[in-house]
């Protein structure tokens, strides 16, 4: 079993429709989550980045972290065309060593 | 401010052969971090740096690549002999010291013929 799972996808949704991104993780040390946006032939940019539980908010992103469950997730409103590409989530136990997700594959459609 | 820079951006290669792969990061960063990236997976460490020490290495596969960071600024990374596997995209991260947000670069896309 992998330390991060992550349902690769692909996901499809209409332009306005909230999407809902998920990962799951085995390692109770982690304590720093992390969403990253990949664009086709870019590298990762940080989208979200959450210590320990709770929820953060930024614009049309939300991120959320339950410890207990080992669950995190990444919420899209509104979603635009331009959010379409790959949304890895991240984690880590001392902000260095970092486990990534595979990365689910996010198609939004005008 | 300029981004992590990364060269080149593609290279194809035939098996055995030698290949290396350059990266600036951010100024100021201390903390400098390669990355394995194979088709529809998640980045995997295989090297960070902080100034021109190696601090965790220990999954670069060391019989065939290394990598250095001479005065702890531009980092090097270097395959040889290159072998059909090691096809995949080379992403190069920086840091501030104490790390939080990594940067990352646009990736060198290797393909081994």
């Known amino acids: 079993q992998k330390e991060v799972e992550q349902d690769p996808g692909p996901l499809s949704v209409p332009e306005g429709a909230i999407v809902s991104l998920n990962c799951t993780y085995s390692?109770?040390?982690?304590?720093?989550f992390m969403w990253y946006r990949q664009y086709s032939r870019k590298g990762p940019e940080l989208l979200m980045y959450t210590y320990s539980s709770g929820n953060k908010e930024d614009g049309r992103f939300t991120a959320q972290v339950d410890k207990s469950s080992k669950y995190i997730s990444l919420f899209i409103r509104d979603s635009q065309p331009s959010d379409s590409a790959t949304y890895l989530c991240a984690m880590s136990a001392n902000n260095n060593d970092m486990r990534f997700g595979a990365g689910t594959r996010l198609t939004v459609k005008p | 401010e300029a981004g992590v820079v990364q060269s080149p951006r593609y290279k194809i290669i035939e098996k055995k052969q030698p290949v290396a792969f350059w990266c600036n990061p951010i100024?100021?960063?201390?903390?400098l971090y390669w990355y394995l990236q194979n088709l529809g997976q998640g980045p995997e460490l295989l090297i960070r740096y902080e100034n021109e020490e190696a601090v965790d290495d220990s999954q670069l596969p060391k019989d065939r690549f290394s990598a250095e960071r001479l005065k702890g600024v531009d980092s090097t990374l270097k395959i040889q002999p290159a072998e059909l596997g090691d096809s995949a995209v080379y992403l190069c991260?920086?840091?501030?010291?104490?790390?939080?947000?990594?940067?990352f670069g646009p990736g060198t896309r290797l393909t081994v013929l």
């Open positions: 390692n109770s040390a982690f304590q720093y």
């Open positions: 991260a920086s840091s501030l010291d104490p790390p939080r947000e990594q940067f």
């Open positions: 100024s100021g960063h201390n903390t």
